[in-house]
């Protein structure tokens, strides 16, 4: 391991050196992906488990490149096609795919801590490819290398994310890395969605868009989950629309050279314009190639060089 | 056979004693109370370093049994109990078959006196299976053993029930015993809602949930002029409904547990399913309000909401896991050593909070009580004693026990009951 960390289960166990090495890690990788010969052999050898409960594309699509651009053998779990169906626990269903000698498990789960709790029986390296509503570290740190790529830093930057911040672990694991990068927060959107208590985060809280939108450098809009209305969180969607989508008259608001973020899968039309989505603003794609570097940087610092002792 | 307890310091908070006496037991009765007792025909006891409390009284616990006899059975529970110094558990009616019928309520009594160890005192359903739409033949459920009714792990959501509950016991001089939860509000919450739920992204149950139930039944209690006593409490503003309701006169107590007592929101930090309870372990500012109610007097009795779960069950995520911990043998020892060593309430307000006011909320005249002619039901304590609570020794079927691995000072060393020596840990 050359990061003092067996596993990565959230930002919030990295000090602001550690996020740094990965980002910095991560621009070596960005290359690879980029050859004709698209593959290294820096994890031959190790093997890798995706165990995926919940339903991904991206995320999972990306550890899997990632993996496989290293070298690693991966292999790739769902939940339908598991003995999870058949009542399986969790812990049991780790502990047998444990027993076949893997190296690295990744993990993506409903429940907040799934990660966490794994963490405290297994041997593997665990990386927390989102869990619950709690943290999602490695798209915080996709968003956080795409914006130092555009932006060249991220200290003193205003950032907005925008929606349905209390169901999201984007949102959450972004602002934790922002905030220890020194970046300034603003999170919008109906009060039911933004508790004030995300003030104890260290980020200012606006209910108006427009007034939020002013002077941004970046503007991450949030998927709005539609039975979110069902259940009452917001009347309708119309009127979510018209308060906190984002449109271009809106986003004239922001800096000249202000982006667009968006962790996907984006609902066009809804939280986003579609004319903003495929903009030139857009780094939204930008997001997704950077993912597959950060996730094979996260890899080998995890997995790679010299075995040190365990640390945590 | 005659037991002599002699030279201990005996506490008892209802006559106001706390001074070295000597204590005669016969028949399952105090017979003496004195400074100096001599008889050659009893067995003595050496107390000369202990104190001696009127027993114990846990007026919250969960058997298990019948149904989940895998987690507690009335035999494993009783002699938890009977470890940690009780003499005396109440017992919730969530079992499967709920105790909503004569049947179950003499079948509890039956297994508990088997046992042959503490009293168990079973709490009968205030509705059918708990559903909440229809009474309990309370009478009947009475004069089979029912010390009390409760619908405790479900709320009374119907205002209208809670109503009529409480105008049927008033005539049975029986109690209504209220786990406040809305449920709506409450909803699929697994902890407590504040800064620490959102930052751990586990849903949050708000303070209002309970809240607006407390509320709701001090009214009922107001309109209809019945007992009412609340489980488990945990937040500020409940507390400060109990003031009102104190100060207006109205005949409402409440209980709180040794965890929402020492044990916070903030401590879930690694996901540990041995801090799920509900209603959820609250803030700093929640619990600081609780130790504060200890002393006042707002708060009437403590009580653990004992509730075991097989270690398997435990061992899931936390979204996944049961709600619950175990209590029996861990209370005394942790309130001996946080709240009575770290000076937050005397020795002898302890000893009110876990017996003489449990008695007397339950109407138990002979129990809670150090006299002649009371029920020789003691516990003796040895407060100096260190130790650390090693959950793989408990008597409890379960091990769901956050204190566990606590280093604490004070323990019960002998449980009497009826005037027989059910758990003693001193030398023959």
Redesign the interface.
Known sequence: MILKHKHLLGIEQLNPSEISTILETAESFLEVSRREVKKVPILRGKTIVNLFFEPSTRTRSSFELAAKRLSADILNFSRVSSSVVKGE???DTVLNLEAMNIDALIVR??????P??IS?FCRSHIINAG?????HPTQALLDAFTIRQEKKRLRGLKVVIVGDI?HS?VA?SNILLLRKMGAKVVCCGPPSLV?L??R??GVDINYNLDEALKGADVVMMLRIQLERQKKNFFPSLREYISLFALTPQRFSLAKKDAIIMHPGPINRCVELSAELADSARSVILKQVENGVAVRMAILYLLLGGKEREDTD | MKILIKNGRVIDPLSGIDDTLDILIKDGQIVELKPKIDTSEARTIDASRLVVTPGLIDMHVHLREPGYEYKETIASGALAAARGGFTSIACMPNTLPVNDNRGITEFILGQAKKANLVNVFPIAAITKGLQGKELTDMADLQAAGAIAFSDDGRPVTSSLIMRRALEYTRMLESLIIDHCEEPELSADGVMNE??WS??????GIPAAAEEIMVARDILLTKLTGSPLHLAHVSTRGSLELIRWAKANQLPVTAETTPHHLLLTDKMIA??DTNLKVNPPLRSEADRAALLQALQDGTIDAIATDHAPHAP?EK??????APFGIIGLESALPVLLDRLVQKKIITLNRLVELLSTNPARILRLKNKGHLRVGADADLTLIQLQKKHTLDVSRFASRSRNCPFAGWSVKGMAVMTIVGGRIIYSTLPQ
């Open positions: 626990t969790l812990k789960h409903s429940a907040s801590g799934a966490h709790f405290t869990d619950g509503t709690h943290e209390i672990r959450r508790p208590e995300f104890t985060y | 504040g800064e959102l930052k751990f992204g586990l849903r690694n996901y398997d061992d899931v995520e936390f979204d996944q």
